[in-house]
């Protein structure tokens, strides 16, 4: 994680010429950015981590103004110059709320990609809100790293420090649990065969967690040298229940000890959580044991997840495995119903699905 990311040592994160950030980011509009702003939780958390970060006479890049406001705490705060970078149409939004602020000497708003935009000088301050339900999101951890090649002086301070992803097996009413195969009488079987291969975004209880939380994977956005995440986790179930898959959130720590977090307990925020389905619900017992390998792996400008889950059985021992990929979603009829032929004909001595 300590990997310089500049020059040649950037391979990992090599800056796509394409500008992915422009062509494949979300598109929000003016109601998103107005319901983004209404979470106190989220921006209470940004506000005060652009207090702690930004002192007088500092140079601030932000990437993904959207409609300009945290580019106007900025200036609050005491930021000689902002460089606030959007890639939407709401730039030209973004250059009223300055003016109506009366930063327009302060803030300069740049439509266009963060990628591919040149500065005039170097910022001392790095603000992004780049994440989705995941920090895995588009070409963020490549648009961080190009900023702190490019944009930033060395040793540059970041309102976001580091993203933690944590995991629990989890019961939830699957999206699909009441359709079954032939709803009104129309088989949904091309749907069935890809639905459990991609991740849901769900908001569940406390009481949805099937054993505690363990953390899945930490991400230095200090130091990130690559677009891709992984870990292995392994529980003993505590509650009895049917389990719909493994859920994944993150704590996000902020400059001044600010934070943000999406976990089931915390205060309701905008983002939810990430459900990743087993391939069928699975009946669990107190004593079980469940493991996950999960990976999301950048794949030209997608990211593409596995999750492959064993279940062992604490009375008999008896072990099923599901393997997925969110990668069936991208495939043709013809090779899902190849991948699902291998699954059946796997031949490894435990019970897949």
């Known amino acids: 994680m300590a990997e310089r990311v500049a020059g040649k040592r950037r391979a990992d994160l090599a800056r796509p010429r394409r ?20 979470d106190p939780e989220r921006t ?14 500092d140079v601030v890049v932000e990437i993904g ?3 300009g406001f945290f580019a106007v705490a900025a200036a609050r705060a005491g ?29 300069e708003v740049l439509h266009g990609d963060a990628l591919t935009l040149s500065l005039p000088e170097r910022g001392d301050v790095l603000i992004e809100d780049l994440r989705g339900v995941l920090p895995t999101f588009s070409h963020r951890f490549a648009i961080i790293a190009d900023a702190r090649a490019r944009h930033l ?16 097996p989890c019961q939830t009413l699957a999206s699909d649990a009441s359709l079954g195969e032939m709803p009104y009488g129309i088989s949904r079987r091309a749907v069935a065969r890809r639905i459990r291969d991609v991740w849901w975004r769900v908001r569940l209880g406390a009481s949805d967690q099937l054993a ?15 677009p891709n995440v992984a870990g292995d986790v392994q529980w003993t179930i505590e ?22 977090s999406n ?61 997925q990929s969110s990668l069936a979603e991208l495939l043709p009829a013809r090779a899902v119903r190849e991948q699902e032929a291998r699954r059946a004909n796997d031949s490894t001595g435990h019970r897949h699905a």
């Open 19 to 38: 500008g992915p950030f422009a062509l494949n980011m979300v598109k929000y509009d003016l109601h998103d950015y107005d319901a983004m702003l209404a």
């Open 44 to 57: 209470q958390a940004y506000l005060a981590a652009i207090a702690a970060a930004v002192r007088p006479g």
């Open 65 to 67: 103004t959207g409609a």
């Open 79 to 107: 930021a000689r110059r902002v460089y606030a970078i959007e890639c939407s149409d709401v730039a030209d939004v973004a250059r009223e709320l300055v003016a109506d602020n009366g930063y327009a000497d302060i803030v």
């Open 153 to 168: 002086v060395p040793h540059a301070r970041l309102t976001v420090l580091r993203d933690t992803l944590w995991a629990a």
């Open 212 to 226: 505690a939380p363990r953390e899945l994977a930490r991400i230095d956005l200090e130091t990130v040298s690559t």
């Open 239 to 260: 509650h009895r229940g049917l389990m719909e898959g493994i859920a994944v959130w993150f704590d996000a720590e902020m400059a001044g000890g600010a934070a943000i």
């Open 263 to 323: 976990a089931p307990a915390a205060p309701r925020a905008l983002y939810g959580q990430a459900l990743f389905p087993l391939t069928t619900a699975l009946p669990v017992s107190p004593g079980d044991r469940v493991h996950v390998a999960w990976r999301a792996l950048l794949v030209g400008e997608t990211y593409v997840y596995s999750w492959d889950t064993t279940h062992e059985s604490a009375v008999d021992g008896r072990a099923t495995a599901f393997r």
